[in-house]
């Protein structure tokens, strides 16, 4: 089967909520030696996308996004295992979770999954988590970045707010900050004065690179 045909299939199966047919498409992807890491980018994830859309135009509910999340899951739990462990003469230590107040966490477990493919140690706090917790685990593992999703426009505050708190313990620049989610813009990050904002979990292994000034 042809990649782009064999990617659009896993997209729609996500679409369609088809959880068995996302595991079966996404081992004929692995058989036919596809890269692991561009299969959840280029299907499972733009599946997703779609799945978004549709929910923001209310054909779907969060019943079907559930769902569709669900068979996303499947797809990257089988991929997971065939993606490429890179390595870095530097070790990147990486505290990441989803802001206290929102349980939405699939946009932080696929940054997880390619920070972890990309080599860093993660901490993967999970998510509703309180602002303190992510700094504390930060100063206790002296992580590199602190990297925060939402999809929830009513916990965006706490992005400010954990900026605020390192800045009154004096230790602002010992973190880099790395913002994410549905609501969450450039202009937003400019403002709250974080270092970094993507809009997709393989663009943030990239930033993180960069400003790590790793090749």
Not at 123 to 133: A, F
């Amino acid at each position: 089967m042809d990649k782009n045909e064999l990617y659009g299939k896993i997209a729609d199966a996500v679409v369609e909520m088809e959880d068995e047919e996302v595991v079966e498409l996404c081992q004929i992807a692995i058989d036919e030696g596809f890269d692991a890491a561009e299969v959840i980018k280029e299907a499972l994830i733009k599946g997703m996308d779609k799945v978004s859309e549709l929910y923001e135009t209310g054909e779907y509910f969060l019943p079907e996004v559930l769902t569709a999340s669900f068979a996303l899951n499947e797809g990257v739990d089988l991929l997971k295992p065939h993606m490429k462990q890179e390595t870095t003469s530097e070790k990147v230590k990486v505290v990441i979770g989803v802001v206290e107040g929102d349980t939405h966490d699939i946009g932080k477990n696929l940054v997880k999954i390619m920070c972890e493919s990309a080599g860093f140690e993660v901490h993967d706090l999970g998510r509703d988590v309180p602002i303190d917790e992510f700094i504390r685990v930060a100063k206790e593992v002296e992580a590199d970045f602190i990297c925060m999703s939402t999809l929830m426009t009513t916990t965006m505050a706490g992005m400010k707010l954990l900026i605020e708190k390192l800045k009154e313990e004096g230790i602002r620049d010992k973190f880099m900050v790395m913002i994410g989610g549905g609501p969450i813009s450039q202009k937003f990050c400019d403002e709250i004065g974080a270092d970094a904002y993507t809009t997709d979990a393989a663009a943030a292994v990239r930033k993180m690179k960069e400003l790590k000034g790793i090749a």
